[in-house]
């Protein structure tokens, strides 16, 4: 096979380009974790695969048509890997879709427990995938010794075998399915997650439609390059360093996922659905791709015969023949030179193969010298050079082309004749010349039996399995919203009883005085004001979640207790307002309630932090846990409100809120961080640090103060 240097090297650029930057985000991904513990693992193994694949692509390429032993072995061990790879690279999206769905890192164990593992969660698809992929390594491994798939000629150069669609088949249907498994979880998956995942396997599946159609650039391997670094790159814009948190156990808290409920009745049909759902889009998938194939053939690769001896009459083992003779009846002494002969070369095409046609074809066979052709040969283009004449089918450009260009192609079981006028020394014989034909052929499927049975099938199947779909779709909503309205019954129900009971509940909440009143009185006021001077503070104690690690829960639960008791106590004295604590927080406020100026705000939130400092030195005097905090504190506008139905809670939000709690996680051990706006408002009343410059996430460059 003769490539274009064009687009050979056009090949190797992108396929090595490709493969460095798989590699790089691989490596992007894996640098400052140890791998087993990586929860990226999927996705760099994803990136590191296909680079790999990329890689022994262009390998391929640079060795094609070696002869010498390093490209012998080079070429072949690359093609290996190459369709190889093509299968890990599919069942490793697959799998990375799975952790999604299933909203957590998933162990390569679950593969050897199937039955454990769907029961747990673990989509059906990835085991159809898994088999499917290991069959298509098998195969692959099976066509190094029976050129199932390709083969190499003497040239060292790479053709496809006529079974080469089923590898294409094969590979195609991991993706489908995958996209099969996506469709039918989007339930559980945000919406810029379904989309990020169900882009990848379309870039693969284009180039298996540019593989068919188009011989010369590998467009399957450079779809999977492209796929890959389209997850690279979403993965950063989806956040998903916040999913991979590094938390080994239980399920992930970020991208949130929805989480639906299944009632145990409902799980079979529903499993089932889900089974004719992978085969239908797998059965439409295929049969898209035989249809397009039917309709347009496979061009296949550029292939060269050698015919030493010259046929006298077409040999029908072979799939193709050629042969070229001197008509025994029309030949002539040239102007009574006995030394020289005219006469009439015939030559006929016989294309031997079943579902075959040839639409290009060249036609070389060795002359002696001073020979020539007469003006106005049939069927094809002639000329002499070097002892050489060369045959090829006339093209649109061609003044032999009078038929127009298709007619010179050569259907299949069909036959093309030739021939020309020649004048030759009176020796030559055309039956001791070597010929050489190449051809490029168009594989035509539909005249194949055995490929319009498949056709058939598929159709069946597809229209079966749709018709199925579409009937369990529609028994399964039913039952979804006769649970719905049970369940809304219920609800009804639960809410009657829980508003009969509101007000002895709202008693145990813990609300400000002054919001449970405004309750009272009318219990359905929604509780939102807005607050212009009020003081925010957040305290977070330090190393919290070491000291939880080497205590038992009694301990850490009384230390906590004890601590906090202290500093309610304090808020309760200096008219601070406690909004809440989550684990180790501690949220207040001042300023809330009355129309005191923000300066006393302030001086007031402030005074309450140091007060804290003081209790937590108390505290640590007496205790054998010894607790240290952090305290922010920030000044300005915010929002309050009551939030909740069953059980009332207060809150603030807002930008001031915000700002307050990175004073806290930027701050130091034992200091009280205060935003530049309180410090205005304190007007040198608490000493304090030179302002520093700090990065505040969310707000970029802020003069803070540490107060003395």
């Not at 995942?197 to 159609?213: E, K, S």
């Not at 937590?616 to 305290?631: P, Y």
């Not at 030179?690 to 803070?704: F, L, R, S, Y």
Request: hydrophobic share 45%; glycine share 6%.
């Amino acid at each position: 096979m003769d490539m274009s240097d064009t687009i050979r090297t056009v090949s190797i650029v992108m396929l090595s380009g490709l493969s460095f930057f798989c590699l790089q985000a691989g490596v992007f991904l894996f640098s400052g974790h140890k791998f087993k513990n990586n929860s990226r693992r999927t996705l760099i193994l994803l990136q590191f695969i296909t680079a790999l694949l990329l890689g022994c692509d262009a390998l391929a390429y640079v060795f094609r048509g070696s002869v010498s032993g390093i490209g012998f072995y080079i070429v072949r061990i690359s093609n290996f890997l190459v369709f190889a790879l093509n299968y890990f690279s599919t069942f490793f999206f697959c799998f990375y879709s799975a952790e999604f769905i299933k909203s957590d890192v998933l162990d390569f164990k679950v593969l050897f427990k199937p039955r454990s593992s769907i029961r747990d969660g673990v989509p059906v698809h990835l085991y159809i995938v898994f088999y499917i992929c290991l069959i298509g390594i098998i195969l692959t491994i099976v066509s190094q010794f029976t050129n199932l798939y390709y083969y190499f000629d003497e040239a060292n150069n790479y053709h496809r075998s006529s079974l080469y669609p089923v590898s294409i088949v094969l590979g195609l249907s991991p993706g489908l399915i995958t996209w099969a498994m996506l469709f039918q979880s989007k339930k559980v998956l945000q919406k810029n997650v379904l989309i990020s995942l169900t882009i990848y396997p379309l870039f693969p599946i284009v180039g298996i439609v540019l593989a068919l159609l188009v011989y010369g650039i590998s467009w399957i391997d450079i779809g999977y390059g492209i796929g890959a670094l389209h997850l690279f790159y979403s993965s950063i814009k989806l956040m998903e360093l916040e999913f991979y948190s590094g938390k080994e156990t239980g399920p992930r808290l970020s991208p949130n996922y929805k989480q639906g409920t299944v009632i145990p009745e409902m799980k079979k049909r529903i499993a089932r659905s889900h089974v004719w759902q992978v085969i239908c889009v797998v059965a439409g998938g295929v049969l898209a791709m035989l249809i397009i194939v039917s309709i347009t053939g496979v061009v296949m690769p550029e292939k060269t015969i050698v015919i030493d001896q010259p046929y006298q009459e077409n040999d029908k083992s072979k799939p193709v023949c050629v042969t070229f003779m001197r008509d025994a009846e029309k030949f002539w002494n040239d102007d009574n030179d006995f030394t020289r002969l005219g006469a009439q070369y015939n030559g006929i095409i016989y294309n031997n193969m079943k579902a075959t046609a040839i639409i290009d074809w060249t036609f070389t066979i060795d002359v002696c010298d001073d020979c020539a052709i007469d003006p106005g040969p049939w069927n094809g283009t002639f000329s002499i050079e070097d002892k050489l004449m060369t045959v090829r089918k006339p093209h649109d450009e061609d003044d032999e082309n009078i038929h127009g260009a298709n007619y010179y192609q050569v259907s299949a079981l069909k036959t093309l004749g030739f021939g020309c006028i020649m004048y030759t020394p009176a020796e030559f014989d055309p039956m001791q010349s070597k010929i050489t034909f190449t051809y490029d052929s168009l594989l035509m499927p539909m005249s194949n039996i055995s490929f319009d049975i498949v056709l058939i099938l598929v159709a069946v199947l597809f229209i079966v399995s749709i018709t199925i779909v579409f009937t369990e779709g529609k028994i399964i909503r039913i039952e979804e919203e006769n649970r719905k309205l049970e369940d809304t019954v219920k609800e009804r129900t639960k809410e009657l009883q829980e508003e009969k009971n509101r007000s002895e509940e709202l008693l145990l909440n813990i609300l400000p005085e002054e919001v449970a009143k405004r309750l009272a009185m009318d219990k359905n006021a929604r509780i939102a004001d807005k607050i212009d001077n009020a003081s925010v503070l957040f305290a977070d104690i330090v190393g919290f979640t070491k000291i939880t690690s080497t205590l038992d829960a009694d301990t850490i639960v009384g230390a906590l207790n004890a601590l906090y008791s202290r500093i309610d106590l304090r808020a309760k004295r200096e008219g601070i307002e406690k909004i809440k604590t989550i684990g180790d927080s501690y949220m207040a406020a001042a300023g809330l309630f009355g129309n005191e100026p923000a300066e006393k705000n302030a001086l007031a939130i402030v005074n309450f932090a140091r007060g804290m400092l003081q209790d937590i030195e108390d505290f640590n005097t007496t205790s054998n846990v010894k607790l240290f905090m952090r305290i922010g504190v920030n000044s300005g506008n915010l929002i309050a409100g009551v939030i909740g139905k069953t059980k009332f809670v207060y809150d603030i939000w807002g930008d001031t809120v915000n700002v307050a709690s990175r004073m806290e996680s930027s701050g130091e051990t034992s200091k009280i961080h205060v935003s530049e706006n309180t410090m205005a408002l304190l007007k040198g009343a608490v000493p304090a640090t030179a302002p520093v410059e700090m990065e505040i996430k969310g707000k970029g460059m802020m003069k803070t103060y540490f107060l003395s």
